[in-house]
C-alpha cells in the first residue's frame, strides 16, 4: 500500500502561484511514476504533470511552460509548481502514484479568481 497526502491548495488570485506538495509513504520502493491530476467540477480527471523515476516528465498542453513538476527521491515527495495561475485552474488536484497499481490521494482544492 502507499499513502498519498496532498497539500498546498487554497485561493489565489489570477496570475498568482502555489506549490503543491505530495509526500508517499508505505510500499514506495516500486514507484515508478508519480504525479498530478485534476478535476474541476463537472468534468473528468485529468493528467496534469508527471514525472518518472527516471525524471522523465509529461505536462498537459494547458500547464506547459506555467507549471513544474519535480521530486525529492529521499523524501519520496512530489511537487508541482503552478505560476501564472488562470480561473480555468481552478480544481481540485490529485496526486497519484504508479507501482503494481495506481494509488491516489484525497485532493487538494485549489482556486483562482479572476
Known amino acids: 500500500q502507499v499513502h498519498l497526502v496532498e497539500s498546498g491548495g487554497g485561493l489565489v488570485q489570477a496570475g498568482g502561484s502555489l506549490r503543491l506538495s505530495c509526500p508517499a509513504s508505505?510500499?514506495?520502493?516500486?514507484?515508478?511514476?508519480i504525479g498530478w491530476y485534476r478535476q474541476a467540477p463537472g468534468k473528468q480527471r485529468d493528467l496534469v504533470a508527471t514525472?518518472?523515476?527516471?525524471?522523465?516528465?509529461n505536462y498537459a498542453e494547458s500547464v506547459k511552460s506555467r507549471f513544474t513538476i519535480s521530486r525529492d527521491a529521499a523524501k519520496n515527495t512530489v511537487y508541482l509548481q503552478m505560476s501564472s495561475l488562470k480561473p480555468e485552474d481552478t480544481a481540485v488536484y490529485y496526486c497519484?502514484?504508479?507501482?503494481?497499481?495506481?494509488?491516489w490521494g484525497q485532493g487538494t482544492q485549489v482556486n483562482v479568481s479572476s
Open positions: 497519484m502514484a504508479l507501482s503494481n497499481r495506481a494509488y
Open positions: 508505505g510500499s514506495t520502493a516500486g514507484l515508478y511514476t
Open positions: 514525472i518518472s523515476s527516471g525524471e522523465s516528465k
